[in-house]
């Protein structure tokens, strides 16, 4: 009972997918405890996007796994036995809106959903612009000329990794301590959404210049 409580009480977070890309998987021993984005410890998220991809497995063990895309990233969910029943009538091409508890197997963070609506695609556009609220809250807290300065030593670390082939976020936000992670990632999805960088594979940035 004690359990189910505790569950209960995780919020789920919006988030776009991005976000919960770049966050870190935080493990006790071997388990998945909870995903670390800035300050927050996340285990619950809610997210809006387009089922772009679906697979559902043949033979005795029933599976479905969907691919999410919000414009940010791609994530799967993925539903097991009894669920895949309970999901079924979605399909590729819907937007849909996610709540479910975050899982990481083999390096790879996906969501177990709990549930799935169908959205108006309006929707995509409307969460993007409730996340943006909430990061230029954050911007107009840090000041104008220290985000400046966290632009010039977020963009130095990525351009200083060309000859690497690129940098992994996470690399970043350990090498720049002195930076919130939050902070960090709403600056690199900034760069991205205006060409200045780019990701040749999720949670790696290049730089494009």
Not at 30 to 57: A, M
Not at 102 to 125: C, F, G, H, M, S
Request: net charge neutral; with cysteine.
């Amino acid at each position: 009972m004690d359990n189910q409580n505790q569950f209960k009480r995780h919020i789920a977070f919006k988030f776009r997918v991005g976000d919960v890309l770049a966050g870190k998987p935080i493990f006790d021993e071997d388990r998945f405890t909870f995903l670390e984005l800035g300050d927050k410890k996340i285990v619950r998220v809610n997210l809006i996007g387009n089922i772009v991809d679906k697979y559902d497995s043949e033979g005795e063990k029933k599976y479905s796994f969907f691919t999410l895309d919000d414009g940010s990233g791609q994530i799967k969910l993925k539903c097991f036995g009894d669920d895949c029943e309970k999901f079924k009538g979605f399909s590729q091409g819907q937007t849909v809106c996610v709540i479910g508890v975050l899982r990481n197997w083999n390096n790879e963070t996906y969501v177990a959903p709990e549930v799935i609506k169908e959205q108006d695609v309006k929707y995509l556009l409307v969460r993007k612009m409730e996340i943006e609220k909430e990061r230029n809250k954050k911007v107009d807290i840090l000041g104008r000329d220290k985000i400046v300065a966290v632009k010039d030593k977020i963009l130095s670390a990525i351009k200083s990794a060309e000859e690497d082939g690129g940098i992994e976020v996470d690399k970043i936000i350990m090498t720049l301590r002195d930076i919130s992670p939050v902070i960090i990632n709403q600056e690199i999805q900034k760069f991205l959404e205006e060409g200045i960088v780019f990701e040749p594979r999720p949670g790696k940035i290049r730089y494009l210049g």
